[in-house]
């Protein structure tokens, strides 16, 4: 290099003087190197501690085209950040810690392509924020902390293609909060919030052809819910519809592809509308193959319509691929099979009779008064009522027949009587958090038959009587978190049999009894929260659910892998045991959880020891491995795991010596990024692992006795040449952060959408 050249590269930094790229990563950097050379077009300052972009920050460096800032520790960007920035095409702010968009942050990029802002705290986008974006093709807002969008949030962008919004907490989409996007034709909105499909809001969306609305706690799609003129595919898994409209997709005329899978669906009429349908998702539904279902099949039948999953029952259909069953053969027996939900419809339609639902003359409104109770709110139209904080010592009565969501938090009611809440039979979410509630009475809820959400997190429960959730049988969410339980209530939920996540961490269970979970009685419980108490033992037994594929058991006082407790638990897929103190881990630990676990977390659990076999069986299906912040000095062989999308080694004292020679054979081999670090010998204390030395004076085949390791015959390669310095080190790949608890806001955020009844069909009661 000309002396000229090496001035003009910053001291912290690295420069390719060809390809006019100037990488400063990993650095602490807290300001941008000033000297960074004028021409540069690349600049990646990845993993660098900037805290606040000040604006103008980049008037040094007007040519660049890709700009990387992930992990910069960045708070806030300015007004005018990068107000001179009118050539890059690409800019990675994702991993930082930014809250707010103001209104001209990216003001100045005139030509960016791509904007990666995800794993950031965005919590509001002002007005504005992406008027000068008239290029972007992809903005991604993933795994923020966004609630609710405000209409026009995104004018301006007038050529984008695909905007990323998963894994937020939106419960409310206004009705414009996406006009303007003309050219959209892909959004993700799935992992959030969202308690009803928001039909006006996609309706604006001329141009989106896949739409991924999965994992949303959805429970009705009702008529022509889905209006969206262009459509192709559309996913709609994971979520907890129990019914769909046969009218649901009707504005959907090019639609081809459904995915419904993982929901709760028992059956399904033929959808009106999509005209190409090609393949109908049912997978994981507990479908019933009777008579009820054969219009479906005859449809898919004359339609070409693939139907994939299969039945759930009766028992001689049961795990029958729906493809497969002829319609012939749904049939039903008797009346008695006909769903009962008929009945309770009557029921309503009877309460709904009452003087003051009668037909008035319209011009006279003298009984439109709302009728509310003192010190509450009620809003008629979105069917929300709301007490909260306002000094109440007993549940209030007399709210509107139609309200859906009563929010009640933060009063102190101590103690709630049996029937606290009558005439609340259309309610769907209660929130009596930070009630101060010491004691429930049997059937307090009684008469909530339409109760899906229950939220009584932060009070002072030290028991829970059985018959305390009687008569809400459709209850699927429970919060009982931030509590003094100090045994898993075990028989109460036997009520439940609709619970599918239930909340209990920071309590004071120390012990799970061999009968806490039961498939019979809560036979769709899929997750499970215990973070947070101070659990010793899990009997044998005490997990035993068919269902269940989130388990949670980090902060508690375990001393050893549950082995034996997850023997009966064939669907976990999620586990996480950090922040106990099981020091060892022994052969096998996670043998019965092998088929179905992809993701295991055992960071801070002051692990010193893991058997070479402790992670036999597990193999391509795991997807995440942390055992971070441990005493480890050996690994066992992790080569089997091929699926690897995360591994998190940090912060072990890792002997870097020949017998770790196969761990680092393979950080060689695979793609991900893996950190991890020396803490032996003392002269290599602190290195990368894959920065050290000592291996290459390692006997070819070093593997201790009985431990079978992939080993390369041939001679260790030296590291592969790395194309650019720009493409070196990605960042540490962090596993998503958990979604917010689960605690709605303000009533005004809520959706404004009213969830409609599922209505039977005459074709239904002809075959009956
Ligand atoms: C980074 O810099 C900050 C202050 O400039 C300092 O407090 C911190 O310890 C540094 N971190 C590392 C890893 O050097
Ligand atoms: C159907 O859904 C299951 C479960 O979500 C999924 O694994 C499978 O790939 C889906 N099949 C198709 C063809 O989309
Ligand atoms: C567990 O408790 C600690 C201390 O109170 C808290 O910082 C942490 O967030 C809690 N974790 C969970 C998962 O609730
Ligand atoms: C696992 O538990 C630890 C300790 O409570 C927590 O910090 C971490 O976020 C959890 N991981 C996941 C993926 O839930």
Excluded at 105 to 132: V, W
Excluded at 476 to 503: D, I, K, M, W
Aim: charged share 20%; with cysteine; hydrophobic share 35%.
């Amino acid at each position: 290099l000309s002396t000229l050249e090496a001035k003009k590269c910053p001291k912290e930094c690295s420069c390719d003087g060809t390809q006019l790229t100037v990488a400063c990563v990993d650095k602490n950097l807290t300001e941008i190197p000033p000297s960074v050379d004028e021409i540069t077009l690349k600049l990646d300052l990845r993993n660098n501690n900037l805290q606040v972009l000040p604006r103008g920050a980049f008037t040094h460096t007007p040519y660049l085209t890709h700009l990387n800032l992930q992990r910069c520790n960045i708070i806030k960007v300015k007004e005018g950040a990068f107000r001179t920035l009118g050539r890059v095409v690409s800019l990675n702010l994702a991993h930082n810690k930014i809250d707010i968009l103001y209104q001209e942050s990216f003001d100045g990029l005139s030509s960016l392509k791509e904007l990666h802002l995800d794993h950031n705290r965005i919590e509001e986008i002002q007005p504005g924020a992406f008027t000068q974006l008239g290029f972007l093709n992809m903005l991604t807002l993933s795994h923020n902390q966004l609630v609710y969008i405000p209409n026009m949030a995104f004018q301006g962008l007038h050529n984008i293609n695909w905007l990323r919004l998963s894994h937020n907490s939106l419960n409310n989409l206004a009705p414009e909060a996406f006009a303007g996007l003309f050219t959209l034709n892909r959004l993700s909105l799935d992992h959030n919030e969202l308690q009803f499909f928001p039909t006006q809001t996609m309706t604006r969306l001329r141009e989106v052809t896949h739409l991924d609305m999965s994992h949303n706690p959805m429970i009705y799609l009702g008529e022509e819910s889905v209006s969206m003129a262009k459509l192709t595919h559309i996913y709609l898994n994971h979520m907890s519809l129990q019914d769909l409209s046969d009218q649901a997709l009707s504005g959907a005329p090019l639609l081809s592809h459904v995915d419904l899978s993982h929901n709760q669906l028992r059956y399904l009429e033929p959808l009106s509308g999509p005209k190409d349908l090609t393949s109908l998702n049912l997978t994981g539904n507990q479908i019933y193959c009777n008579c009820y279902m054969r219009p479906l099949k005859e449809w898919a039948r004359a339609g070409g319509v693939e139907l994939l999953g299969a039945c759930a029952g009766p028992p001689h259909l049961s795990d029958e691929p729906l493809q497969a069953v002829a319609p012939l053969d749904l049939r039903c027996r008797n009346r008695a099979e006909a769903p009962k939900e008929e009945e309770e419809e009557k029921e309503e339609e009877k309460e709904d009779e009452s003087p003051t639902n009668a037909p008035s003359k319209p011009t006279a409104k003298p009984k439109q008064k709302v009728k509310c109770p003192v010190n509450c709110e009620c809003n008629i139209e979105a069917q929300h009522a709301t007490c909260e904080d306002r000094g109440h010592t007993k549940v209030p009565r007399g709210f509107p027949a139609k309200t859906e969501l009563l929010d009640l938090r933060s009063n102190h009611f101590h103690h709630l009587p049996a029937s606290s809440f009558p005439g609340s039979s259309q309610v769907v979410s209660l929130h009596l958090e930070f009630c101060k509630i010491r004691e429930i009475e049997n059937g307090a809820f009684q008469g909530m038959k339409n109760l899906f959400y229950l939220y009584l997190s932060d009070n002072d429960l030290t028991f829970l009587d059985p018959r305390v959730f009687a008569g809400t049988p459709q209850l699927t969410y429970l919060h009982l978190e931030g509590n003094r339980l100090v045994q898993f209530p075990g028989s109460a939920l036997s009520l439940l049999p609709s619970l599918f996540v239930l909340h209990m961490e920071r309590n004071a269970i120390s012990k799970l009894e061999p009968t806490g979970l039961l498939s019979s009685t809560t036979p769709r419980l899929r997750e499970l929260y215990l973070s947070n108490n101070t659990i010793t033992v899990i009997a044998k037994g005490a997990l035993d659910s068919a269902t269940l594929s989130t388990l949670h058991l980090d902060s508690n006082q375990l001393t050893e892998v549950p082995t034996q407790a997850l023997s009966e638990a064939p669907s976990l897929e999620e586990l996480n045991l950090s922040q106990n103190s099981v020091r060892r881990v022994g052969p096998k630990a996670f043998q019965p959880v092998h088929q179905s676990l992809k993701r295991l977390y055992m960071d801070h659990t002051g692990m010193e020891k893991m058997s070479s076999d402790a992670l036999l069986g597990l193999g391509s299906g795991l997807r995440a491995l942390t055992v971070r912040g441990n005493q480890l000095e050996e690994l066992p062989d992790l080569s089997p795991l091929t699926g690897l999308d995360l591994i998190d080694l940090r912060d072990n004292p890792l002997l870097c010596d020949c017998p770790l020679l196969p761990l680092r054979r393979w950080m060689e081999k695979v793609s991900l990024e893996v950190i991890a670090t020396c803490g032996r010998p003392p002269e290599l204390r602190g290195q990368k692992v894959t920065d050290v030395h000592v291996f290459t004076s390692c006997p070819e085949i070093m593997s201790p006795p009985g431990e079978k390791v992939a080993v390369d015959p041939k001679p260790p390669k030296t590291k592969k040449s790395k194309p650019s310095k720009l493409s070196n080190s990605p960042g540490v790949k962090a596993w998503p952060e958990r979604a917010k608890a689960k605690v709605a806001k303000p009533a005004k955020k809520q959706p404004q959408r009213k969830p409609v009844t599922p209505k039977k069909t005459k074709n239904k009661k002809t075959l009956s």
